[in-house]
């Protein structure tokens, strides 16, 4: 049973350039968190996915975007990239409505970024 | 505004105990999550804490009190594959999980 598959895995970028991220979920998860993590830091909330909307939305610009499809699968894009963007990029996903009543996020290995 | 304690570092010897304490202050509470990260790696589940009390799985244990606004994880035996990042969060009134800047834990033989 395949986790939370991220790619790409790392990748390099200059200032002004856009990126697209993407994230397949676990198997049998209909949600997908982004997450962005500063070297040191715990995740910032970017956005959550569900039935192809967005949900909810963390304090980042309008330059951070995304997609969900319907396979569940999700895309984080970032337009106009700034150096502060260099960080990694977590997905995790989890099940909107639970029987444990805990919404446990099983997590991405993360696509670092580095904008130079 | 929000806010996740936690220290920054912490050591302890292979075979020792640990608590990595956690204090928060959110707007509203709906659980409150203990994840280990090791570096470069994804952070993993390891517990959830909504009602005041213990919670134990193993070697691993997590202490809530909502009054305090408090946790803390124990982690008992310690191994040498426990060294790691720990990072605490709260799910707030909107169902939003607030992440600590985690506890970096080193273990000495």
């Known amino acids: ?116 | 505004g929000q806010n996740i304690d936690q220290p920054t570092e912490m050591t302890a010897t292979e075979g020792a105990i640990v608590q990595i304490n956690c204090t928060y202050q959110t707007s509203g509470f709906n659980g409150l999550f203990w994840y280990q990260q090791h570096a470069g790696e994804a952070p993993t589940f390891l517990s959830y804490n909504v009602l005041d009390g213990l919670e134990e799985k193993g070697r691993f244990s997590s202490f809530l009190s909502r009054s305090k606004g408090y946790s803390y994880l124990l982690l008992k035996e310690l191994q040498m594959k426990d060294s790691a990042s720990y990072l605490c969060a709260v799910m707030d009134s909107n169902y939003q999980l607030i992440w600590g800047a985690g506890t970096k834990l080193i273990i000495k033989p």
């Open chain 1, 1 to 116: 049973d395949a986790g939370v598959t991220q790619s790409p895995t790392h990748l390099i970028k200059t200032r002004g350039q856009q990126v697209t991220l993407r994230c397949s979920p676990k198997s049998g998860h209909d949600t997908v968190s982004w997450y962005q993590q500063a070297l040191g830091q715990g995740p910032q909330f970017i956005f959550q996915y569900y039935e192809e909307e967005e949900r909810q939305r963390g304090n980042f610009p309008d330059r951070f975007s995304g997609h969900q499809f319907p396979n569940y699968s999700s895309e984080l894009n970032v337009n106009a990239l700034l150096l502060g963007d260099s960080a990694l990029y977590l997905c995790a996903s989890s099940l909107a409505h639970s029987s444990s009543g805990a919404n446990v996020l099983t997590f991405g290995a993360g696509s670092r970024l580095t904008v130079l």
